[in-house]
């Protein structure tokens, strides 16, 4: 068995759920090839030698499939592009200038299994089958229904029209090249579910749950504090979002019961809308950090007020496997294998600040959340359980 996997990028330190999921999927590979897995980095357009010394991580900002276009001819692009969607035969390509070089690639090194990443490389999928070649395609989220949803959150203008191109494109793609595939990869079979309701049941999903390494995350537990922490990537808009939410309708309420409480919001802000809600020392906005342990272990609690999106949210993962009490949406935790009062609370918006109150006044009853939340990650969501998974796809 020769694996070659097809990736948005390479990435050493992933920050954000799609990058911890490139990453991911890229270690499990490698555990199961013996290090013999070769990659191509669609960022930097060319094949990665992984054993080389020089091999650098390129950043902290992927790719995008579609990236939009800027001014008039952006606009008329976009126009074009979900007239053309009309056609039920057309989807609209995004390796153009790499396609036939990854192709030629493949000749050359002739590999049995190819792991292609949803949405950048799934158009790929025909001419590898064409070639007698085993293909699985990785998906982090159900992209035409995510695209769906961010679309109602875009107000009118070109953005709003960009995203509904984006719909349009990922929706396009599902339909034809996912049930090609031998298999796609979802996070939850709440995933699959819908997979196979956009394919008309002609798709085989297999789900590969998100995971964690568990080696990684030690519960260690330093001065704990009142903090609300949010680990979030905020330029992501249902991030934002429920930054804003916790903000406005749940740290006040918080806040007089417990007068020292405050929010921290911990992670990268490229566009800005979490630094926007800064108000020290109520609201502290850390922006990127090298590593966001070092705020989590302080946290009183773990809120994760989601009210769009797909996939599984790898902050709730890794709060639990930290043996942290999170509070979150029924959305926040879909697809993952949670029960309400046993590893974590479930509660609507409204109840949101009666239950971050409730773990912060009662600090044991979030150390027993936090305790079995721990044991589900090491018996359910460990990269070694998930390694166990994909090697059963490929074999």
């Known amino acids: ?7 948005p990028m390479i990435v050493s330190n992933p920050v954000g759920g799609l990058q911890i999921r490139f990453h991911q999927i890229q270690r499990v590979l490698e555990r199961i090839t013996s290090g013999e897995l070769i990659i191509w980095d669609i960022g930097d357009q060319k094949p990665i030698d992984l054993s080389s010394p020089t091999l650098l991580d390129r950043g ?11 001014g008039v001819i952006g606009i008329l692009h976009d126009i074009a592009t979900l007239v053309l969607h009309t056609w039920p035969f057309f989807v609209a390509q995004s390796l153009i200038g790499q396609r036939d070089r990854i192709l030629a ?54 953005e709003k029209l960009h995203a509904l191109v984006l719909r349009r494109v990922f929706e396009q793609r599902e339909k034809r090249y996912l049930p090609i595939a031998n298999e796609v990869w979802v996070p939850s079979e709440i995933n699959a579910q819908r997979l196979r ?6 798709v085989l999903a297999r789900c590969v749950s998100n995971a964690v390494d568990i080696t990684q995350y030690h519960a260690y537990r330093n001065d704990i504090t009142h903090d609300i922490v949010f680990p979030a990537e905020f330029g992501y808009r249902p991030n934002a979002l429920g930054a804003e939410i916790l903000c406005q309708r749940v740290l006040p309420i918080v806040r007089e019961a417990i007068p020292d409480s405050r929010l921290v919001l911990v992670g990268r ?4 809308w979490a630094k926007a809600l800064q108000h020290e020392p109520d609201v502290h906005v850390t922006g990127e950090v090298p590593d966001t342990r070092s705020y989590l272990y302080q946290a009183g609690v773990i809120p994760v007020p989601i009210l769009q999106g797909s996939g599984t949210r790898f902050k709730i993962l890794e709060a639990l496997a930290l043996e942290l009490p ?15 009062g046993e590893h974590l609370l479930i509660r609507e918006i409204d109840e949101f600040a009666s239950a971050i109150i409730s773990i912060l006044l009662n600090p044991s009853s ?16 460990s990269l070694e359980i998930i390694e166990d998974v994909v090697r059963e796809a490929l074999i």
Request: hydrophobic share 35%; aromatic share 6%.
């Open 60 to 70: 902290h900002t992927e790719p995008q499939a579609f990236p939009p276009s800027n």
């Open 326 to 340: 999170v509070v979150t949406t029924p959305l926040g935790c879909e697809g993952l294998d949670v029960q309400d």
């Open 269 to 272: 802000d490229q566009k800005g």
């Open 105 to 158: 690639w493949i000749n050359e090194e002739q590999p049995t299994h190819v792991v292609v990443v949803h949405p950048y490389a799934t158009e790929l999928v025909p001419d590898l089958r064409r070639r007698n070649i085993r293909v699985f395609v990785d998906c982090h989220n159900v992209e035409s229904d995510l695209a769906q949803q961010l679309t109602s959150l875009i107000p009118l203008g070109p």
């Open 197 to 202: 309701k956009i394919c008309h049941g002609n």
């Open 1 to 7: 068995m020769k694996v070659a996997f097809i990736t």
């Open 366 to 381: 979030g150390r027993i959340l936090g305790h079995n939340g721990r044991n589900l990650i090491e018996s359910r969501y």
